[in-house]
């Protein structure tokens, strides 16, 4: 049994090591990243192209579920308020959830699964097709054209999507409300923007803004460095999905330590 | 004596285990057309990749235009890929865009100030010399595999290299659409006035586009001359082998 033991051990200790070893070039990446992104070319019709992608692509999905969330959420809410007769909160408690957490995460996460997947994947193939070394030999800089764009376009984009899905499941959330409490738009909306704070929507924005960075950035590294053939495609968009979706639980995490920080200081 | 500008000396490069090159010497001379020929797997991919440095070697040197590639800083090597024009054993066409797209690509990107006549008249002429004018809308996918070809090798005309690596030009095309493959490959040559190294395992296309023959053996070129004096009177068994079995295939 002992030896066995040993060998369990011999590889946890291995996939460990491997992790770290991931994660260090993850970050050369993410240093090469901040590296290029200052110098010219600048290739903005590419980066317009990918916001576009990324941005109006997703919404479709983006608007279905944010919009699903706020109404779910919202009547699922209703009875614990109603046993203290306090219904008259649910705008509050639903803005602060939406804005604060949901609506981050409900789009960080869908976005990690369309766009981080997609990009991943093409970057991939186009390893695999030997158009990266194509560009390269053309003298053209394929980590310019093809990273940096996709990065910062999800960067921008992400914090946008967040924005709008807060509206789409505030939408859905009011609608749940008005039918039930007969709440009107204005009360509606004006009992939201009371209990928001300044904190809440600027940490949420920036928190998107990381998320929104990460999924580029997986996406882009798990492609960029895929293993060659067809089979390396699959597993890049697979890998990319799962790296970007567990960074962002753990950033989820690093952000609500460090609000909470402020909030309370 | 001719200039040469490609020269390789005691060229070595393995992966891991795997030792591909074993010492390769070879000069390109100005103006010919010099085919490489080998098995699958001998590295005369790797070797094309090094020239151009996306790959670099373990050991001896290459030289293109007098430059150690091995050794130039970013900047300088880029500039040195522009005169270099490389057409990929799969042609590596860029999937998401056109062909048009495809062709302007390196263009812009590359030609400091072009007009857009100026870059519609560039995008036409190598249309025009690959044969293949009317397709300039059309997807990559909507290609066959003998058309990609050709747009691959104009996307490397459209910065008039002087130097042109062919890697397979007419690797699983039927023999017509090789013939005039080979033609163009010619054609290149004289309207452009390259100095280029086809690769291929065809010898219909070696002894079509070769004006010298090197065939890579295990990994070093067992013999380097005019086709006759190469495969007519070897000695050499394994280039017995190799010109028998294409021609009685
Ligand atoms: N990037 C790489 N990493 C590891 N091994 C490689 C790499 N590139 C090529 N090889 C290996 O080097 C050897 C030569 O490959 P190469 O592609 O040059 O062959 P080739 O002569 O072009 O063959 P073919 O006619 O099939 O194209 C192969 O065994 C291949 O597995
Ligand atoms: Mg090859």
Redesign the interface.
């Known amino acids: 049994m002992a030896g066995n033991t040993a060998e369990r051990n011999y590889i946890i200790s291995k996939k460990i090591d491997q992790f770290f070893i991931e994660l260090a070039s993850v970050f050369r990446f993410m240093k090469r990243f901040f590296v290029e992104v200052w110098f010219p ?1 600048y290739e903005f019709r590419e980066v317009l192209r990918q916001c576009y992608e990324i941005g109006v692509k997703s919404l479709p999905l983006i608007s279905l579920t944010g919009f699903i969330v706020g109404i779910v959420f919202t009547n699922q809410s209703r009875p614990s308020l109603t046993e203290f007769g306090a219904t008259s909160w649910l705008p509050a408690l639903i803005s602060i959830a939406i804005v604060r957490a949901m609506g981050p995460l409900v789009t960080a996460l869908i976005a990690a699964g369309k766009v981080g997947s997609s990009i991943g994947a ?1 970057i991939a193939s ?1 390893k695999v ?3 990266i ?8 800089n394929p980590f310019k054209y093809l990273v940096v764009t996709r990065v910062l376009a999800s960067t921008f984009m992400i914090p946008l999507l967040v924005m709008y899905v807060d509206f789409v499941a505030l939408m859905g959330a009011f609608i749940n409300v008005h039918q039930n409490e007969l709440t009107s738009l204005t009360t509606f909306f004006v009992e939201v923007f009371e209990a928001l704070t300044f904190l809440d929507i600027f940490s949420s924005l920036i928190k998107s803004t990381v998320f929104g960075f990460t999924i580029g950035i997986v996406g882009c590294y798990k492609g960029y460095t895929s293993s060659k053939g067809t089979e390396g495609v699959g597993k890049a968009a697979n890998a990319a999905v799962v790296m970007a979706m567990f960074l962002i639980f753990i950033e989820e995490l690093l952000a609500l330590q460090i609000v909470n920080f402020f909030r309370f200081n | 004596m001719r200039e040469k500008v490609i020269e390789i000396k005691g060229l070595k490069k393995s992966f891991g285990d795997l030792h591909v090159l074993k010492g390769v010497d070879l000069d390109l001379y100005k103006g010919e057309n010099l085919v490489v020929l080998g098995k699958s797997g001998t590295g005369k991919s790797v070797l094309i ?1 090094i020239v ?1 440095g ?1 790959l670099a070697q373990d050991e001896g040197s290459l030289t293109v235009f007098g430059q150690e590639v091995n050794s130039l800083p970013t900047k300088e090597l ?2 040195l ?2 005169k ?1 024009g ?1 057409s ?3 042609s ?5 865009m056109t062909v048009r797209e495809n062709l302007e ?2 263009l812009v ?2 030609v400091k100030h072009i007009s857009e006549s100026e870059k519609d008249k560039k995008i036409r002429r190598v249309l025009e010399s690959v044969g293949l004018s009317q397709a300039i809308d059309q997807m990559p996918s909507e290609l066959s595999g003998g058309q990609k070809k050709r747009i691959g090798i104009a ?2 005309l459209i ?1 008039e290299p002087e130097i042109m690596l062919y890697d397979e030009p007419t690797a699983g095309l039927d023999p017509i659409t090789c013939g005039d493959i080979n033609e163009l490959i010619n054609q290149v040559r004289d309207e452009y006035k390259t100095s280029s190294i086809v690769i291929t395992h065809d010898l219909t296309c070696a002894k079509m586009t070769g004006d010298r023959q090197a065939v890579l053996l295990d990994g070093k070129f067992g013999a380097v001359g005019e086709f006759e004096q190469v495969f007519h009177y070897t000695s050499d068994d394994r280039i017995k082998a190799f010109y028998d079995y294409n021609f009685v295939n």
């Open positions: 070319p093409e186009m097709t030997e158009q070394d194509a560009m390269e030999v053309s003298a053209t | 990749k151009v996306l880029d500039k890929r522009l270099i490389f990929f054993q799969h590596a066409l860029y999937d998401s690509f390196p990107r590359n996307r490397t910065l």
